[in-house]
C-alpha cells in the first residue's frame, strides 16, 4: 500500500504520471530498475572489440588451460618420424659427407660392435 502523506508514491492502480529519472543521476538500485527507466543505464558502458585480434585468437583460456589439450589435438601435432631422424650407417655414406668426425663415430661403432658379440 502507498503512504497517503506520500504524493510520490504511486498505489498499484495508479499508473505513474512521471517520466523516469535521467540515469546519470540515478543513485541506488531502486532507481536502476529497467522496467521503470525503459533502458538499460549501463547499456553505453563499455562496447567489445567488433572481432578477435590474431594473438588473441591463438591464446587458451583459462578453462582450456585448465583441460589441456584433447587427444585429437595432441595427435594433429605430433610429427612423424622421417627418414632423416635417424643416423644411416657409415657404409651408406657417401665420400662427400665424410670428415674427421666420421672416424670417431666409426671406431664406437667397431667398439660397440665387439662388446655385443
Known amino acids: 500500500m502507498s503512504d497517503p502523506l506520500d ?7 495508479e499508473a505513474p504520471t512521471q517520466e523516469p529519472a535521467d540515469p546519470a543521476n ?10 521503470e527507466l525503459g533502458v538499460d543505464p549501463l547499456e553505453s558502458g563499455v562496447e567489445p572489440a567488433e572481432g578477435w585480434s590474431p594473438v588473441a585468437e591463438g591464446r587458451p583460456t583459462p578453462r582450456e588451460q ?35 668426425s666420421i672416424d670417431q663415430r666409426a671406431e664406437q661403432e667397431v667398439s660397440d660392435g665387439a662388446t655385443e658379440e
Not at 504524493?7 to 492502480?13: G, L, V
Not at 540515478?26 to 522496467?35: I, M, Y
Open 7 to 13: 504524493a510520490t508514491t504511486p498505489s498499484p492502480d
Open 26 to 35: 540515478l543513485q541506488s538500485a531502486p532507481d536502476l530498475d529497467e522496467d
Open 66 to 100: 585448465r583441460e589441456g589439450d584433447s587427444i585429437d589435438e595432441r595427435l594433429r601435432s605430433e610429427e612423424p618420424e622421417g627418414p632423416g631422424s635417424v643416423e644411416p650407417p657409415l657404409a651408406e655414406s657417401r665420400m662427400h659427407e665424410l670428415d674427421e
